[in-house]
């Protein structure tokens, strides 16, 4: 029988955690599935572990492969499922019993969303972890297609291995793609850029845990380079899409570090006429040869585009609490990058 939904998990030296991953698979009140676990290379226990957790289960299937990195593992994954909707895993999470039931019932209740994810449990120490605690608080915070796609150039708003998507959102706009930057991001930001709309169920069903060696910790592509670079694509598409040229673009945050965090944009034909920062000693002069303007000196809405560049916590709500006073509207008016 052709599965309903398949489940992807790449693993990659996983022996101690890849069992119960797999089992909260096997635990799911949905049937039928499918599980394709992609051994990119493992040179510990991994397949034997794997093997040992799916004993006559004939749902699950292990695919040896030398090791070649994520994207590959995750292609070949995606290349042997069967079924018109994919689930992605990793091993060392652990789902709800209840997650592909409640997401299959998103994506049938709401066929104009392409990508289904869910709320997610922080498994760290939230202490030694706070930043990616906080994070994890602020992705769960996002549920609508809307306010994830406003928020999209923020930060990855949605966990990777918390997605369900429609195949045929892949046959349309393609899959993971190689190159210096994290391939869920740009995979996410690809498909919004091309209208694919995401949403989630508002309940937590995947625990998302924090391991030392996670890629995100350990990776290249996933430090903060890369990640402006990436986003600084997108973004300038997006402006180029929505914001007419008689509209000036200004960035929030004139300090060297926002600076350079969006100098990308210049390269994608983006040109800002001025930034807006609160420090008096730079209100009022020329930094890297355009004006920097205080925030009462924002002009109307009607004029000018704002994109709000500075990172530091707490930013965001200030910024927008005096961008929304003027009248600008997030997403027509303004949009958060950092």
Not at 44 to 54: H, L, P
Not at 282 to 310: M, N, Q, W, Y
Request: glycine share 8%; aromatic share 8%; proline share 6%.
């Amino acid at each position: 029988m052709t599965p309903h939904l398949s489940v992807v998990m790449p693993v990659w030296n996983a022996a101690e955690t890849v069992a119960a991953a797999v089992a909260s698979v096997r635990a799911q009140t949905l049937a039928p599935w499918e599980l394709i676990v992609v051994d990119d290379g493992s040179d510990d226990a991994t397949a034997d572990a794997v093997e040992q957790a799916s004993v006559g289960d004939a749902r699950i299937r292990l695919l040896r492969r030398g090791h070649a990195g994520i994207v590959a593992a995750l292609s070949a994954g995606l290349s042997d499922a069967r079924a018109p909707l994919i689930a992605r895993m990793d091993a060392d999470d652990v789902m709800h019993p209840d997650r592909l039931a409640a997401q299959i019932a998103l994506l049938d209740a709401r066929p104009e969303v392409g990508v289904a994810s869910c709320r997610v449990e922080f498994g760290g120490d939230r202490a030694a972890s706070r930043g990616y605690a906080v994070h994890v608080d602020w992705i769960n915070s996002l549920v609508e297609p809307d306010e994830i796609a406003r928020a999209r150039f923020v930060e990855s708003p949605i966990a990777h291995p918390s997605v369900m998507f429609r195949r045929e959102v892949i046959d349309r706009h393609g899959g993971y793609a190689e190159g210096p930057f994290p391939e869920d991001f740009e995979l996410w930001l690809r498909w919004m850029d091309a209208g694919v709309r995401f949403a989630k169920v508002p309940a937590v069903l995947l625990r998302w845990n924090d391991p030392p060696a996670r890629l995100s910790r350990t990776d290249p592509r996933y430090g903060e380079g890369a990640f402006y670079a990436c986003k600084c694509r997108y973004l300038a598409r997006w402006l180029s899409a929505h914001v007419v040229p008689t509209r000036a673009i200004l960035l929030w945050g004139a300090g060297r570090i926002t600076r350079r965090r969006f100098a990308a944009l210049a390269a994608h034909g983006v040109r800002l006429a001025g930034y807006i920062d609160i420090d008096a000693r730079k209100i009022g002069t020329l930094v890297a040869g355009l004006p920097v303007l205080a925030p009462r000196d924002i002009p109307p809405r009607e004029g000018c585009f704002v994109v709000g560049g500075v990172g530091v916590r707490g930013a965001r709500d200030l910024h927008r609490a005096t961008l929304v006073s003027r009248g600008f509207v997030e997403g027509a008016d303004f949009i958060f990058a950092a």
